[in-house]
């Protein structure tokens, strides 16, 4: 049923803009915007990470959401300089503590995706100093973790309503 939202036909109804089964950490940084009231109309976002999991898919919901998006990547020139404008911060490089402190913009809303093992233990990709800087930052674990399950749950109840026709395939959005 992919209720991981990663086949062929569920990205290709997300980049289409009429998602079907839409992947689980993606849809629980937004569902954790949403509870926060973060706006995202009109506001900079900035993906770091272009995973077909995370990152390419979070970037098409914040422009669905009406945001102007900017992807950067492991070649992105002056990271800082992107991550400084955004008003929405969403990390999902793979790599601890990539996004710094000093590379967070006063004010912003910070979605730290990654959890990395270390010598020291679990960490993000965010530094959790940026915290001083951000008005909103996700903890690591603990943050978009528990979020992912409870997408995946809400995906499997979405399959099995459209398996017994109690639910319909979304439209394109206007």
Known sequence: KDVDGFHPFNAGQLYLGRPTHVPATPLGVLALLAEYRIPLDGARAVVVGRSTIVGKPVAHLLLQAHSTVTICHSH???????????????????????VSADMVKSGSAVVDVGI??????????????????????????????????????????????????????PQARR
Not at 76 to 98: C, K, M, Q, S
């Open 76 to 98: 992105t020139d002056d990271l800082a300089r992107h991550t400084l404008d955004a008003d929405v911060l969403v990390v999902a490089a793979g790599v601890p503590e990539v």
């Open 116 to 169: 990395n093992r270390t010598d020291s233990g679990l960490v993000g990709d965010v530094d959790p100093d940026a915290a001083a800087q951000a008005a909103f930052l996700t903890p690591v674990p603990g943050g978009v973790g528990p979020m992912t399950i409870a997408m995946l749950l809400r995906n499997t109840v979405r399959a099995a309503r459209y398996r017994r026709g109690l639910l319909a395939f």
